[in-house]
């Protein structure tokens, strides 16, 4: 079974761009709804935000996987930071579930908006931890992007629970425009060619050392005596 480390790096970058259509799609919609009435564009938004749950499985089943969980079993174990990835995907596709529950539900469907808002939440946490998945020379570079990410996501699921209890047209909005950004940062991320990459370590070994000069005989020297046997 041969695995191609490159397939972590397109994986990754296609559940990036699946996260970040969602939440665009999620953002536009709910900042359609704030001057128009109806439902029916956060209901289509909340089940592109299921779809793209399935979406990032799908992806890291074909990629490292290869359409065969024997062989994702086997990648996971060489990756296992990407177990993240599958994390995700249960998170957006949950969320986006809870979501098509509340907006089909209407005001009986309170539980399912908290719920939906909870597991944003979880995935907002989660995008701290994905610089502790990849390679040492890659952790920098992630680090700031998915810090910035979790933040965003972090303060839109603040900004709409304050809404919920304060109902205020400027924390709805607020929910809206980091919606968008954060979709914006998700989806112009790239992840590095190393970031996945096998690790490489190069052992130097010590230059051989030549063997000692052994002194030349000196040309005056005389042999020493032998005694002879009974003297």
Known sequence: MIIDYADFTRASNIIHWLQGGALLTLGAAEAYALENKGNKFVLAASLVLAVSGAAMFAAVLALPGGWSFAQLETALQVRRGFYLFIAFACLYGAA????????????????????????????????????????????????????????????????????????????????????????????????????????????????????????????????????????
């Open 96 to 231: 986006g579930l809870s979501l098509l529950m509340h907006e089909a539900l209407g005001r009986r469907g309170g539980g399912w908006r908290a719920m939906s808002l909870a597991l944003l939440a979880l995935a907002g946490m989660l995008y701290f931890m994905m610089a502790g998945r990849v390679n040492e020379d890659a952790w920098r570079q992630v680090m700031v992007w998915h810090s910035a990410i979790g933040v965003t996501l972090l303060l839109a699921v603040a900004a709409k629970t304050a809404d919920i209890f304060f109902s205020r047209r400027a924390l709805h909005l607020a929910w809206a425009v980091l919606l968008l950004i954060t979709g914006l940062q998700l989806a112009s991320y790239r992840e590095t060619a190393s970031a996945f990459a096998p690790r490489l370590v190069t052992l130097e070994s010590a230059p051989e050392v030549p063997p000692a000069a052994q002194p030349a005989p000196l040309k005056n020297a005389k042999p020493a005596d032998k005694k002879r046997p009974g003297h």
